[in-house]
């Protein structure tokens, strides 16, 4: 599977984005997906998570209520759409699946446990 993100950019303080990931290559069934974010010197950390069996939702503390995960399965694309943004959301977003469900965030918010990563789009909120 190939993971191709877009919809990166700069934005201001309090604005939207909504960032695409168009998953090509195998099929996409049976992938659940997750959003991740990194700024410079630090790890990569969970966003949100959406289940390939029935879509239930996860997010990181930071982004709930902000952000909202949704996927087009018919398009084999999942987006991330991101509301209040705040200049700490400043990072580059990374696209991810893994081959199964769990129904635990805990799960989700492990990097490991995906197998095919996108190249990352960037994402710059304005003070």
């Known amino acids: 599977v190939q993971l191709v993100e877009s919809g990166g950019g700069l934005v201001q303080a309090g604005g939207s984005l909504r960032l695409s990931c168009a998953a090509s290559?195998?099929?996409?069934?049976?992938?659940?997906m997750g959003w991740f974010r990194q700024v410079p010197g630090k790890e990569r950390v969970f966003v949100a998570a959406i289940t390939w069996t029935d879509g239930r939702t996860y997010y990181a503390d930071s982004v709930k209520g902000r952000f909202t995960i949704s996927r087009d399965n018919a398009k084999n694309t999942v987006y991330l759409q991101m509301n209040s943004l705040k200049p700490e959301d400043t990072a580059v977003f990374y696209c991810?699946?893994?081959?199964?469900?769990?129904?635990?965030?805990?799960?989700?918010?492990?990097?490991?446990?995906?197998?095919?990563w996108g190249q990352g789009t960037q994402v710059t909120v304005s003070s």
């Open positions: 991810a699946a893994v081959a199964a469900t769990h129904y635990s965030v805990i799960y989700y918010k492990d990097v490991n446990n995906y197998r095919y």
């Open positions: 290559g195998r099929t996409f069934s049976g992938y659940s």
